[in-house]
């Protein structure tokens, strides 16, 4: 199974900045990425054509940070999966702490873009973790549980498992620079195998565990050598294309 090194660039970057620092990345990692690595960038929806022709070159991919579950509609604001693959994304991200948190999305809207974004075509990453204060009540079982539960209930049984990823990312790890430990890793990845086998059954080794929150250079090696780690989603050091490329090699 091949390690995915994701880029979720959140609300940063114009068109020009975005294009630019793909380039960057094109230059700095394309020829020496390892056999094993695959890489992929969210940018904000603006910059998604861009990023997509400036990777053209290249097997890098692109995705959508979020979509809405619906082909097209008196939705304001929203995008669907089809407008994503129109600008070359094959991404979609669903359930990121920020959309949970800051925009109060519950886990049934999590599921159904889960769903639609798999039955529409994209590879889709859903994005699970525990608040600290869930973390301190011993809750994180609980939590991890239940978002996947409620996140992949309608997502059929024999979904191909290299389309679907989930990112483990507990919410006091990001953006403030306090990765979890390797055991805490460890523990909540195989948490999260666990309840994947039980509801899909053996083929559910192949759908891959991400790591993110506060992943850099410094710590990425480790991090993805542990156990059911199949790769990382980083924010704020994916930014510079200098950064986040030592990061697909390291
Ligand atoms: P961070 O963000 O790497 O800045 O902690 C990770 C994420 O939100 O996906």
Redesign the pocket.
């Known amino acids: 199974m091949k390690k995915l090194m994701a880029a ?1 660039w ?1 609300m940063y970057k114009t068109w020009d900045q975005a294009c630019a620092t793909a380039r960057e990345l094109v230059q700095l990692a394309a020829k020496q990425l390892p056999e094993d690595r695959e890489v992929l960038v969210f940018p904000p929806f603006t910059a998604l054509r861009g990023v997509s022709e400036a990777f053209a070159s290249s097997d890098f991919m692109t995705g959508g940070q979020d979509f809405y579950p619906g082909e097209e509609g008196a939705f304001t604001g929203e995008i669907s999966p089809m407008m994503l693959d129109d600008a070359g994304a094959v991404y979609g991200l669903t359930g ?3 959309r949970r948190h800051v925009l109060g999305e519950p886990d049934e809207l999590v599921a159904a873009k889960t769903a639609y974004g798999l039955d529409k075509g994209l590879n889709v990453i859903l ?1 699970i973790g525990e608040r600290i204060e869930e973390r301190k009540a011993g809750k994180v079982e609980d939590v991890l549980k239940r978002q996947l539960e409620i996140g992949l209930q309608d997502v059929p049984r024999d979904v191909d498992p290299e389309r679907l990823s989930i ?1 483990y ?1 507990p919410v006091w ?5 306090e990765v979890a430990g390797p055991e805490e890793i460890k523990a909540a990845h195989g948490f999260i195998r666990k309840i994947l086998l039980d509801i899909f059954g053996e083929k559910a080794n192949e759908i891959r565990i991400l790591y ?5 250079s410094a710590n990425c090696a480790e991090i993805i050598s542990l156990d059911n780690v199949n790769g990382v ?6 930014l510079q294309g200098e950064s986040f490329s030592q990061i697909v090699l390291a």
Do not use: Q
């Open positions: 979720n959140k990121h702490s920020e994005c990112a990312e790890a990001i953006g403030t620079g993110g929150g506060s992943v850099k989603l980083v924010g704020g050091a994916s």
